[in-house]
């Protein structure tokens, strides 16, 4: 089967980024053979992955791996003869795991199976709590409905992510464990003593990583009183290098309020940032980089929205990437910049 030869210094972080990316085949064991680690796949690399491991040093190889035998080999063996077996490989691509939570996303036309379904997800994760996406991300407060479908109906969890620890309730926030390598590009871009905005921080998953590692500080900005609550509980939970300053608020009014001038924006709204992108490019100094997150099928949109609303000052594009995808045909897109 298809897997990664790599360095064995660098097999940890890259299992990391199999793993967020969903790529990792979790049920068939890494091995090792002298000084290189062999990583199994789901499937074979694609240009995104290509692109998040370019840094590292690997090799695409075809080799065998062992199945593991502690506990169930897969979701796919426990729902054996329960539900029809591509329908397990949808719910797989879905399958969050946030801390001691599962969250799933469920076909309708498999909802009478859904407590079958989240009994299965326990059973293989040995989590806490399951719950079953039922609706999308709505609202400015950026938050989705779940039901309860296994295991404890409890929601607040600590999740874990290269060091640092993030108190959160699924419910009430919006948190995605699928974006931990975008959030370890940003911080590896950090220069000390920058000052920073994070527009929309959530609970702070970028503003936590960037401060537990650089002397910055940081204007940590969200409007959810929930998110800004859990803010607070991570900056003390977090062992942090920087200082983060919590503001609960509508972004533009806040910005407006502060006069800030900073090194650096992180605009991670992508349905809607690019309504905030004035605001953002306004409070950046000459010579400051925004990170700019959209929804897009390519990548000329969001750089042209960048490009005019910046007009007149000028504008170089360090890098254009493809996060995760969203639906077919879109992607979230991120988009690093200079304004001069």
């Not at 004035?278 to 490009?307: C, M, W």
Request: proline fraction near 4%; include cysteine; hydrophobic fraction near 40%.
């Amino acid at each position: 089967m298809i897997g990664l030869k790599v360095p064995k210094n660098d097999a940890d972080k890259i299992r990391r980024v199999l793993l967020n990316l969903s790529l990792l085949d979790i049920d068939m064991k890494i091995k090792c053979i002298e000084d290189f680690v062999f990583i199994p796949l789901i499937s074979t690399p694609d240009k995104m992955l290509m692109d998040e491991l370019k840094s590292y040093e690997f090799e695409i190889v075809d080799t065998n791996f062992e199945v593991h035998t502690k506990g169930p080999k897969s979701l796919k063996s426990i729902l054996k003869g329960k539900i029809d077996d591509d329908k397990v490989e949808e719910i797989k691509k879905s399958f969050d795991i946030i801390g001691d939570v599962v969250i799933l996303e469920i076909p309708e036309e498999f909802g009478d199976y859904k407590y079958i379904i989240g009994d299965a997800a326990l059973k293989f994760t040995k989590r806490r709590s399951v719950f079953r996406k039922t609706s999308e991300i709505k609202g400015v407060i950026r938050t989705r409905e779940l039901e309860h479908i296994a295991g404890e109906d409890v929601s607040e969890t600590v999740h874990k992510e290269f060091g640092s620890r993030l108190m959160l309730d699924v419910k009430n926030v919006y948190f995605s464990p699928r974006l931990a390598t975008e959030r370890r590009r940003i911080t590896d871009q950090i220069k000390e003593g920058e000052i920073v905005i994070d527009m929309f921080a959530g609970i702070g998953p970028f503003s936590i990583s960037i401060a537990k590692e650089h002397h910055v500080k940081i204007y940590s900005i969200d409007i959810n009183p929930d998110a800004f609550k859990y803010l607070k509980k991570n900056i003390e939970l977090n062992k942090l290098k920087g200082k983060i300053i919590p503001v609960l608020g509508d972004v533009e009014e806040v910005l407006s309020s502060l006069n800030l001038k900073s090194d650096r924006i992180i605009m991670n709204l992508p349905g809607t940032a690019w309504n905030f992108l004035d605001t953002a490019i306004n409070s950046l100094k000459p010579g400051g980089v925004i990170h700019y997150y959209e929804f897009a099928s390519e990548f000329q949109k969001p750089i042209d929205r960048i490009i005019e609303t910046a007009y007149p000052r000028n504008v170089e594009i360090l890098n254009s990437r493809k996060v995760k995808s969203k639906s077919p045909g879109i992607w979230h897109m991120g988009i690093d910049a200079i304004i001069y």
